[in-house]
């Protein structure tokens, strides 16, 4: 009877450890940003992806951020930064286990900017 209970839990665990799928962490969004004015879309291009896994340098301190991913794609709303807007990612990893996208930052490193939206105030009545 023990050995029967024993393969029962056994199977059951190979079982859990087969279907069970991995946790997807939960990044955050990419930002928008603006190229420099000296500087094609390609050449921005270029630079950030360069940039963005060495933005904190090489050191041998553990407990900087950690680069995990990138991503770069011109943005073509028509408005007033058409032809000069990019949505992107840098994503960190801080030693708290924080997800953060420093794009902005990058991009304004390369002499760009980030386009910064402001959320009207909810529940006020304008008279």
Known sequence: MYSRTTAIGIIACIALGVTAKPIQPSYPPPVEVIRPENKTMEQFKQEFL?????????????????????????????????????????????PNAEYQNIGVDVAMALGGDGIITIDPIEGGDPQ
């Open 50 to 94: 360069e940039l963005c896994p060495h933005f904190y340098g090489e050191s041998e301190v553990t407990d900087r951020p950690i680069f995990v991913f990138e991503h770069f794609q011109e943005s073509f709303d028509d408005d007033a930064f058409a032809g000069r807007k990019a949505d992107v990612s840098c994503i960190y990893q801080y």
